[in-house]
Nanobody, 119 residues
Framework: QVELVESGGGSVQQGGSLRLACKAS???????MAWFRQAPGKQREGVAA???????SYAASVEGRFTISRDNAKNTLYLQMDSLKPEDTGMYYC??????????????WGQGTRVTVSS
């Protein structure tokens, strides 16, 4: 069992930046970790994932603007979000122990942190 707590969400203007963090209750070293988001009225979608070797994958909509990283010593996952757009608005969730960007494969989820981007 691992508990995940997200932080760093907020409201920004288009073009701005935010850095999300996800603190785990124990070691995440062996896990594939990922960020997902859900906009109002839409399904949850994968944003970025990083496996235990540090290999990353991104949704096409965020490629080149978002960067996922992990600090295993701090049991923490990060998502650096730059050049934010209004369509990036939503609740952002951290997830652990899954595969790629498939939400159905992940076993552990945080409660989410809200991101709002205004035009």
């Amino acid at each position: 069992q691992v508990e995940l707590v997200e932080s760093g969400g907020g409201s920004v203007q288009q073009g701005g930046s935010l850095r999300l963090a996800c603190k785990a209750s124990r070691s995440i070293r062996a896990y594939c970790m990922a960020w997902f988001r859900q906009a109002p009225g839409k399904q949850r979608e994968g944003v970025a994932a990083i496996d235990s070797d540090g290999d990353t994958s991104y949704a096409a909509s965020v490629e080149g603007r978002f960067t996922i990283s992990r600090d295993n010593a701090k049991n923490t996952l990060y998502l650096q979000m730059d050049s934010l757009k209004p369509e990036d608005t939503g609740m952002y969730y951290c997830a652990a122990e899954g595969v790629g960007l498939d939400p159905a494969s992940f076993g552990y989820w945080g409660q989410g942190t809200r991101v709002t981007v205004s035009s």
